[in-house]
């Protein structure tokens, strides 16, 4: 009769203790503590990837900064001109030229604000539809070759062009004089062959061409 009481007694403490620790949230506690560790590592995660993103925008940020800052920034040494190097009291033979970039003929001054000239020219008859005119060097319209044959750099200077059947010729000379860098004036031919039969299936091209001063003034 002892061992069985001692039996029946010790059953119920087994049942106890394992409801006490289910109580106590032994399983449970070690699945939440394994959630909070995953939740830990996403935190950092995110974290990690925030701050990169942040350290990227501010070195691009500063890389900038720092490249127009040394753009800028003019350097200490004294200018190799003077301001007015370039004036036609200074420099008469150069303060005109053939200075302009990026067309086909040009000349301006050598001042902040200069007066332009330029050519412009249309064959009508060369293509159907309506003419194109030529001002600016374009990689794509078709016309070439073109550059100076003669060119001293100074007072004279002789280029072809030729676009199509079309041949111009510009010329420009100077010579020293006055208070603004002396006279200078240019001249632009062309030759262009025509067919045997003008007829009206086949007519002569005509060329449109406007070699005057450009009437508006550069700033700057």
């Known amino acids: 009769m002892a061992r069985g009481e001692r039996r029946r007694r010790g059953a119920p403490a087994d049942g106890a203790r394992t409801a006490e620790r289910a109580a106590r949230g032994g399983p449970a506690r070690r699945n939440g503590r394994g959630g909070g560790a995953r939740g830990a590592a996403v935190v950092a995660a995110l974290a990690v990837g925030v701050l990169c993103l942040a350290l990227g925008l501010s070195g691009s940020w500063l890389l900038a900064w720092h490249r127009a800052r040394r753009a800028v920034t003019l350097h200490s040494a004294p200018p190799a001109l003077p ?3 370039s004036s036609p009291a200074v420099a008469p033979d150069l303060f005109w ?3 302009r970039p990026h067309v ?3 000349m301006k001054t050598r ?6 000239t330029g050519l412009m020219w249309a064959q009508q008859g060369a293509t159907p539809g309506t003419p194109k005119l030529r001002h600016t060097c374009e990689q794509g319209d078709g016309v070439g070759p073109y550059g100076w044959e003669f060119h001293d750099g100074l007072s004279f200077g002789r280029q072809h062009i030729q676009d ?3 041949r111009l010729t510009t ?5 020293p004089g ?3 860098g002396g006279d200078w004036s240019w001249r632009v031919s062309s030759f262009c062959p025509q067919p045997s039969d003008t007829s009206a299936s086949n007519p002569p091209q005509l060329i449109s061409g406007v070699s005057l001063l450009s ?4 700033l700057g």
Do not use: N
């Open 83 to 85: 301001p007015d190097s």
């Open 97 to 99: 030229g053939t200075y």
């Open 104 to 106: 086909y003929f040009g």
């Open 111 to 116: 001042s902040p604000q200069p007066l332009l």
């Open 164 to 166: 199509g059947a079309l």
């Open 171 to 175: 010329e420009f000379v100077k010579r």
């Open 178 to 180: 006055g208070q603004h």
């Open 215 to 218: 009437s508006h003034i550069a």
